[in-house]
DNA sequence: TTGTACGCGTTATCAA
DNA sequence: TTGATAACGCGTACAA
């Protein structure tokens, strides 16, 4: 009751334990540079006022803040949501705070919310994809905050990277396809502007049409938000065209199990009328019927390594090195296995 | 490449204008406060100098950080992260930035964390349910952070909340399950340990029982963390009781997907031999087939409400409102309707 | 090993 | 309407 009504300060403490403040603020970042008895002797007086740094005044003196910033499209989607909380678990066990602030797939938003995090101290920063104007990265540069690129691998851009090969999986899957048969294939994409994971998808697929000597007019595109209705509403359009597609491989799990959903609806048997192919390989993908054959892509690992590199750039021990993680194909019942 | 190699400072864009450094800062944050002209004249030099204010350095001298932080138990769990994100665009609509942190439901994990956010100056607190030491609250209230709960709604609460009626809606719905013949039912809960969601729906199942005049044996309980596989592994450790369950209740969704896929592994019919529920309504849940009947909460709605209501704590326009937010069953095929 | 004293970039108070 | 200046709480040379 008698209580002070604000938090206690390093002074506070200083004075309960009869010691100046230096000497406290080193008994909590660097202990080896005191004396045993004294430490113990401000310990407790910490504990007793419960002493809690003041991060702000921290931040301003050391120019330091332990915490990192990520800017995700959404977090309502499991790939990033996932990857995210891998990301927020290594930072946590390396004593670093995460802010997160998502920008709805806009570069305007994303702009704006990479100066607000910059405001606001960041060590470092962590961008989903490589795409994005030259002046952000001068930017960051100036203000010498150094960012990685995660979902996306990119090893001669100007950011480093971890990420996986979003064309060349995208490749093998539509190969996958291919082989199974098919000669017509139906392409549903997320929006490619800004998004160069989804650019590289669709660039993956016209690889594997190339390779196998087919013509572009082979494949026929659709572009649209992510969003499971959104896929479903592609795939009905995409049904309507002609020649009628035998195969729609889709941008990510999300836009496919709408499709499946609308292929049910439409009466549309598959795989056997039309196959339907997925990226990510989200929970879902091998809980709906027909399972999804997809791209496994380790989101948690990604995470993780994303989490590590990007405290090691910010500590000085890497200048920035990229690492491919490894993705592979599920394969499932959406997809018939070619015959061979 | 002449250019400074740090950050332009209020000093520097005060120079720049050819005013002190009171006046840039009015004009950012006052602008009605200065005079048409010379806010010209400083905002061109914040532009050209490529001027952001420094936080830490503001939350010092206005004790204010425009960051409130939120601590969920995990983001991985589609519920929290759509919840999050409508929390996180109403913030940033309001100007406000955000600090997660996860618990990974660990109550000292929990702590530490709400420590850390406080630490860092955030204006208020989003916390996932009531049930916690009396202590956090204490240390909240010294350090004179508002603090709201989300998910659950407790009225008579220290905290305010913003959530809904977890009992209740559990209690329709075993009531529903009763309504329809049921007289074993099974029951997966989440880990009711310092998770009042979890342990308030197990109570509305008791609820029902007890108003239908039925014994406790009626019931059957296993606890288990949320998880698809635990919800699979509970469902086959419930289909060796005596008697075996004819309806099994979920304590989310998550869970009732494992459970429906243990069900078709081991080749029982849904809703035919065993009806399943879960709670929540993730999207998976209208995928999954047979879809599944459970409680639609409108996470969305509520993280929306949630922010706004924290905003006003934190500016003083209210002392801490809690509002329910209404659910109701969304009636699908992994239970058969009473016949009536 | 410990203490003194200054600076970090901003806001707010008070005068001008 | 604007300017000078004192906080804000901490880290860290530098001195003792």
Redesign the interface.
Known sequence: MG?S???PTLNDVAKEAGVSTATVSRCLNSPARVVDETRKRVLKAVDKL?Y??????R??AANR?Y?IGAIIP?????IF??G??AF??QL?EKGY??????SAYRPEIEKDQI???????VDGLLLIGHERKHEIYD?LE???VPALVAWSYMPEARQPSVGFDNRGAMCDLARRVLAAGHRHIGLISGVTEGNDRALSRVEGVRDALAKAGHGAETMTLIETPYG?DNGARAFAEMMQRNPRPTAVMCGNDVLA?GAL?EAQSLGISVPGEVAITGFDDI??AE???PSLTTVHVPHREMGRKAASELIDMVEGRSAGQSTCISTHIVSRHSLVAPKN
Do not use: C, F, W
């Open positions: 209580k009504r604000t938090a419960g809690t740094p003041n991060i702000a005044a931040i301003m803040s915490s959404t977090m309502d989607n499991a949501a996932r995210l909380q927020q678990d946590r705070s995460l802010l997160v602030a998502s100066r607000t995090l910059v405001a606001r101290g930017y100036q203000h010498q499971i199990v959903r929970e879902l809980i709906i019927s």
